[in-house]
Structure formats: C-alpha cells, structure tokens
C-alpha cells in the first residue's frame, strides 16, 4: 500500500466574512432589524419564541445555525440518543443538513450549516424559517416523549422523521 499526503491550502478568510457580513446585514433589511450584524462572528435571534445562534465559520465558508431544543437525563436507556442520531443521518440523507448533539449541560442541540458561496438575506430568511419549524417539531416530540418517558425509535416512528 503506498500512501501520499498534499499540503490543505485553507482559503483566505477575508472574502467569508465580508460575505458573511453582508448576508447578516441583508437579513437584518428584510426582517425588519437594519442594525443587525455579526459582533464577534455571530448573533442570536428570536423566531417565534425559539432563540437560534448564528454563527460564522470563516475558514470554513459556512453559517452554522444552532438552537436549544431540549434536555435529556440519559435516564431512557439511550433511546433519546438513537433517535438524534437518525434524526441527523436523515439530516444528511434528505439533504437539510440538519444533525443533533448533547452538550455537556444535557441539552439536545440542532444545528444545520449554510454555505455562504450561494446564500443571500432571502434565502438565509427562509432557511431560518424550515429550520425553526423543524426546531419546534423536534422540540414537541422530545417534550411528549419525556412526558410519556418512550422514545420512539426509528427514522418513521410516530412520525419523527416527517
């Protein structure tokens, strides 16, 4: 087996963040916030009561979108975590993007990536829309299923994946 390695030459961040700028600067217009900007790469805002970050990932030319949308005790025998990590191969599979995770506190986080090279205000605006909607499905369906304390399990179960 022969091996070769080829240096990664990373892009200069300079174009990625005007541009992320920029974006932010467009959507701020459009919703109604013209003062709104990235301070320090990144800025929350509320949508219909759910608080989203964004956050931009120069070297990467890429927005990243994160929102809270609940908790875990672990006291389900992973199957809360088995249906966040289908949840993000669906992500991956149907082309959203979208993944799941649990920070150190116990708290379940979406996140989706938005590339910057073909992405304007309007279309950052009504990806923040699918993405907050699909926020609060996942955050309804992890709350009724801590409340009936089952998890349903499977791409298809009790409609996780619609």
Known sequence: MTFSASRFTRRSTDGSIAKG????AQLGVAIGIPELSLEDGSCTLSIDGVMVSLE??????????SSFIGE???SDGGRLYRSLLEGSLRGIVDATGMVFAV??????????ALFL???????LSEALSDFVARAEE??????AAAASAVVPVGP???GLMA
Do not use: C, Y
């Not at 120069?58 to 990243?64: D, F, I, K, Q």
């Not at 920070?103 to 989706?112: H, K, L, P």
């Not at 996942?138 to 709350?143: D, E, P």
């Open 21 to 24: 700028r920029d974006v932010i």
């Open 56 to 65: 931009l990932d120069a070297p990467h030319n890429r927005l990243v979108v």
């Open 72 to 74: 875990t005790d672990g």
């Open 103 to 112: 920070d150190g506190q116990s708290r379940v986080v979406m996140a989706a």
């Open 117 to 123: 090279d073909d992405l304007d205000g309007a279309e």
């Open 138 to 143: 996942w955050r309804a369906k992890l709350n």
């Open 156 to 158: 298809f179960a009790a």
